[in-house]
Nanobody, 123 residues
Framework: QVQLVESGGGPVQAGGSLRLSCVVS????????MGWFRQSPGKEREFVAA????????LYGESVKGRFTISRDNAKKTAYLQMNSLKPEDTAVYYC????????????????WGQGTQVTVSS
């Protein structure tokens, strides 16, 4: 059974930084493309970032380009999302997700999901 556990969320002031972590267990981490998504109340789940199995290829949502960086450590079975220059509109529950095959931005393409971690950015 594949499990994903996010951590690192919390309150932060606008302009600040946070780093989210996602530890994967029960599967073969190095074969998964990893993605980060977010969802705020009343809104659909939004693609944030994705990384290929070896982190050579990455994708970013338009709203986070230049501010967020996805990375992974296959030895630690962990994916990261470094978030800089945070804005109040980044407030959301952040989810990590895993899928076999190529990285993609569509949430429906991901098989495994974490429980989410709340990020709250105050102005």
């Amino acid at each position: 059974q594949v499990q994903l556990v996010e951590s690192g969320g919390g309150p932060v002031q606008a302009g600040g930084s946070l780093r989210l972590s996602c530890v994967v267990s029960g599967g073969t981490f190095s074969t998964y493309a990893m993605g980060w998504f977010r969802q705020s109340p009343g809104k659909e789940r939004e693609f944030v970032a994705a990384a290929s199995r070896n982190n050579v290829m990455t994708l970013y949502g338009e709203s986070v380009k230049g501010r967020f960086t996805i990375s992974r450590d296959n030895a630690k079975k962990t994916a990261y999302l470094q978030m800089n220059s945070l804005k109040p509109e980044d407030t959301a529950v952040y989810y990590c997700a895993a899928k076999d095959g190529l990285l993609q931005s569509g949430a429906s393409r991901y098989t495994y999901w974490g429980q989410g971690t709340q990020v709250t950015v105050s102005s």
